[in-house]
């Protein structure tokens, strides 16, 4: 069985940086896709970033692009999110999630809620004006 376990939320200024870790055991870390998910308050949970098996390729919302940045070690079961230039509409709950995906439409499934198996329990990040 999967876990996964972030760390690294808060509060932050606008403008400010936050790196969010997830420490993924239970299983062979390089089989999976790795994303990053978030949900406000009273919204959806949406996606925010994911990252490929061995790490070679990204994919991010536009809303996010140019941000923040998705990153994984191996060797260390470990994927993270570097959040820079946070803005007050960054503020919610952060999840980090694990799904098996294969071949070249991991890019596009990557993005939905439903090809993600195994889910943390949520981070919050909050960032004030």
């Known amino acids: 069985q999967v876990q996964l376990v972030e760390s690294g939320g808060g509060l932050v200024q606008s403008g400010g940086s936050l790196r969010l870790s997830c420490a993924f055991s239970?299983?062979?870390?390089?089989?999976?896709?790795m994303g990053w998910f978030r949900q406000a308050p009273g919204k959806g949970r949406e996606f925010v970033a994911a990252?490929?098996?061995?790490?070679?390729?990204?994919n991010y919302a536009d809303s996010v692009e140019g941000r923040f940045a998705i990153s994984r070690d191996n060797d260390k079961n470990t994927v993270w999110l570097q959040m820079n230039s946070l803005k007050p509409e960054d503020t919610a709950v952060y999840y980090c999630?694990?799904?098996?995906?294969?071949?070249?439409?991991?890019?596009?499934?990557?993005?939905?809620?439903?090809?993600?198996?195994?889910w943390g329990q949520g981070i919050q990040v909050t960032v004030a004006s």
């Open positions: 239970g299983r062979t870390f390089n089989t999976y896709i």
């Open positions: 990252i490929n098996w061995l790490g070679g390729a990204a």
């Open positions: 999630a694990a799904g098996r995906m294969y071949g070249s439409t991991w890019s596009t499934r990557s993005r939905r809620t439903d090809e993600y198996g195994y």
